[in-house]
């Protein structure tokens, strides 16, 4: 199936009358991409699809003021990453932990998820990256799982270019660590 562009999707979703059949072309573009995003982020596959439902509201909501000014997937990647923050971040003050637990509590859900399939070093990347600070853990995974550059994280996220590479460079080397130390 040929992949439809945003420019289209957007052009469709500005008539009332396509408006459903856009925004079936963006779900149908995005959802996946989406998923596995959050999915990575908070572990939990019914807290993510969760997540991807309300993400996908606010798209939906929102979609109509949409400016040009950036590319539709990594505002999209923004309206997931704040959902993903708010949830953190609740579940945080919920638990009365630190982020760091929150970390924690992610791999041990990890370690026990029937919808993981990874083999063993998949896993051990996964609870390492659950190791990371909450921001630069999104920084490694959009920039290694989800193939993202500079400045689209950029975009997403609102932090210079320098600063991201150099928070995913300290990342890198953090998960090399973990790895190296646990055997």
């Not at 920039?143 to 995913?168: C, N, P, Q, R």
């Amino acid at each position: 199936m040929k992949q439809v562009e945003d420019s289209e999707i957007l052009q469709k979703f500005g008539v009332e009358r396509t408006r459903n059949e856009a925004f079936n072309l963006l779900l149908q573009k995005y959802q996946q991409k989406i998923y596995w995003h959050i999915r990575r982020l908070v572990i939990d596959h019914d807290d993510a699809d969760d997540l991807v439902q309300e993400s996908f509201v606010k798209v939906w909501k929102n979609l109509g003021n949409f400016r040009s000014d950036s590319q539709l997937y990594t505002w999209i990647y923004r309206i997931a990453t704040n959902e993903c923050i708010t949830f953190l971040n609740k579940k945080k003050l919920k638990n009365n932990v630190s982020l760091d637990d929150v970390g924690n509590e992610l791999a041990e859900s990890l370690a026990s998820s029937t919808y993981f399939d990874g083999d063993k070093i998949q896993r051990k990347l996964q609870e390492a990256v659950l190791k990371l600070p909450e921001k630069q853990r999104i920084i490694f995974n959009m920039k290694y799982f989800d193939d993202m550059k500079y400045d689209e994280i950029s975009e997403v996220l609102g932090t210079s270019v320098g600063a991201l590479k150099a928070s995913f460079h300290i990342a890198v080397k953090k998960i090399e660590s973990i790895l190296l130390n646990e055997d």
